[in-house]
Each structure stands twice: as C-alpha cells, then as structure tokens.
C-alpha cells in the first residue's frame, strides 16, 4: 500500500443532506480501494452524516476533524468529516430540501473549493445537489460547475461525463432548448475542443486523442435546409482546431454518431447540448459515468445522477458513481494505485 504522506487528499461534498449523498458516500467509503489511492475527507454535517452511517448499517463510524491535514491520521474504519454545517431536524427531512439546507450545499462546494485552491486538498469529488434548494437560498447558480467556474476565477471550463467508453464533453450546459442556437458561437465551440483535447489526453494518457464534433442539427444541417451552423459555426471551429494540431472531425450527426464512438473509434465528443451528448452516454454509463469539470485550476470530479429522493433514507442507493468519481478524482491527481 503507498505511504499514507503520498495518496492524495480528496475532499468529498456531502451534497443535499435530503437526498442520497450522504448514504451513497458511507457505501462508497466501506470499499476497500478507496484507503488504497487515497486519504477521504467529507465536507459536510455531522448529523446528517451519523444517520446515514446507521440507515446503511455500516460498520464505520465518524471522526470529526477541526483541520483537513487531520484526515491522514484517522484510523482505519472511521470517516474523517469537516463539518461546515450544524442543520436542524426541519432541514434534514428525505426529499425536502429547505433554504437552510441549500446554503449548507453551498458552503461544502466553497469550502472543497478552498481547500483545493489552497492545495491542502489534491482534488474534489461532489456528491448531487438540489440547485433549487441552493437558489431559495440566494445562491444563483445553474449548477455546481458554473459555481465552480466563479470561486476559481475562470470562463475558460467545460463540463464533460465520462465512463470507460464514452467521454462528452457539452458546449453549452444547463440551458433551456429554445436558447441553444444563439449560444453555440464559433468561440464556444473553439474552446470546448482546445479544453477536451487536453482534458482527455489528461484523463487518458493518450497524446494525441482523436475527437468527434457532433452537429447541431438534424442531419448536420442537410445542407443549409435545416440551419446553418455547420456551415458558418461548427466547421469553421473544427478546421481552426485542426490547425492548431489536434485531431478533431467534423461535424457529425448525433444519430449515427455514437454507434462508432462506443466502439472506440473515438477518444472523445463534443455535443452541441445537454441531453445531445448525455442520454446516449448514460444509456451505456448509467452507473459509472464520472462529471469532470475541465479547465478548471483544481480537479473536481461528481458522479452523473441528481439527488434521488425516492431512494433517499432507504441506503439502497447505489454508490457506484461516486466510487468511481473518487477514483479518477485520485488518479488525476497522481495517486500510486496498487
């Protein structure tokens, strides 16, 4: 096993105390391989935490920390959490987030975030999170990548799910269909493929990664007849990228498309949209896709499942995603894996 001095400290969020994250985290933390690439740290609520240790029956128990360095000196079968957090019963009901509870999710990404850009912790893995419950508490954020992308000072980020198979990475994110066309600019998608070049060869080790670029529309615009940005956006960005040295082609229908990504012909893909990208890939990665944010200063990795609240408080949520957001969160952060 490395030297504990050497495995690289990952601060895991709690995520929405009322849905799964805590209880996915218990299950994840019980595997073996974790204590192997590296030190866990929650960021999170203590009570939150102990009820979902005795929901899931697990045979660990809590070790409240005050500093993230005291992580590496927990003793085995103990979970090291900082907690930021002291919620009442009223904001811990399953299913039923609170104001209360939506600033405490915001302070455990601040807080991860910190630790990260500070270097007292190597990367971030985030459990889900109600960004509604953020919202009622003043915190406006589509999502944990655009937070992110603010307390590390950067515009220049791209959100990409990735599972053995298929990496894809998303021009645009969290937006509403009707605003998609008007967002995909030849700067957006020039960025989106510098970003994911590099952000795969990281992932992946290969150096010279080949990507796909998906169309926007139908039948890559069929020639001017359903939409031009293939012709005026998409391409023009794809030969810019081309002249910069990376291997990227395109554009290509999202239809046909990602029967020969799944085959490994491609490294990566960059949709236009959301759901363009991300129902394919967890049609193949529903369990064990990985959110990364590329082009962030930090490494933040998350699993690619909401908050569940039906399953939440029952343990029988599945931890699979988290364990292996954790387990590239460690690998890219250099971890000696046995």
Known sequence: MPDISMKPLIAITMGDPCGVGPE??????????????CVPLVIGDAIAMARAVKVCGSPLQLNEIIAPEKARQAPAGTIPLLSVSLLDTEDLGYGKPTAASGDAVFRYICTAARLCLEGSAAAMATAPISKEAMNRAGHDYPGHTELLAELCGTSDYVMMLAGDVLRVSLVTIHEALKDVPGLVSFERVSKTIRVTESGVRRLTGITRPRLAVLALNPH??????????????IGPAIQAAQAEGIDAVGPLSADTLFHFAQQGAYDGVVAMYHDQGLIPLKMLHFDDAVNVTLGLPIIRTSVD??????????????????????????????????
């Open 220 to 233: 890559c615009g069929e020639g001017g007849m359903f939409g031009n940005e293939e012709r005026d956006i």
């Open 305 to 338: 499942h909401g908050t569940a609240y039906d399953l939440a408080g029952t343990g029988r949520a599945s931890e699979n995603s988290l364990l292996a957001a954790i387990r590239m969160a460690a690998h890219m952060a250099g971890s000696e894996i046995e």
């Open 24 to 37: 996915i985290i218990v299950k994840a933390l019980q595997h073996p391989e974790i204590a192997k690439t």
